[in-house]
Nanobody, 115 residues
Framework: QVQLVESGGGLVQPGGSLRLSCAAS????????MHWYRQAPGKERELVAT???????YYASSVKGRFTISRDNANATVTLQMNALKGEDTAVYYC?????????WGQGTQVTVSS
């Protein structure tokens, strides 16, 4: 059974930082591209950042320069470092692992940016 477990969400003031982590079980991690998505209330889920198997990265324009995605294949974890947070970053953040024949989601972690 493949599982993804996110952690690190919480409440932070505007301008602050949070670090999200996603731990993968099973043997899928090293063969999968890893993604962070988010969904704000009343909005569709959107892609925030991607890291490929070889370490290539992609960022949504709204987070570029503020967020950094990284992966540790040895420990089967992917992290999202979020800096200079804004109110519009408030959402539930989801980790996703995807490869041919595989599409696995975590349960989500809430990030709230508010003073």
């Amino acid at each position: 059974q493949v599982q993804l477990v996110e952690s690190g969400g919480g409440l932070v003031q505007p301008g602050g930082s949070l670090r999200l982590s996603c731990a993968a079980s099973g043997s899928i991690f090293s063969g999968s591209a890893m993604h962070w998505y988010r969904q704000a209330p009343g909005k569709e889920r959107e892609l925030v950042a991607t890291i490929t198997r070889s370490g290539g990265t992609y960022y949504a324009s709204s987070v570029k320069g503020r967020f950094t995605i990284s992966r540790d294949n040895a420990n089967a974890t992917v992290t999202l470092q979020m800096n200079a947070l804004k109110g519009e970053d408030t959402a539930v953040y989801y980790c996703n692992a995807r490869s041919p024949g595989l599409d696995v989601w975590g349960q989500g972690t809430q990030v709230t940016v508010s003073s």
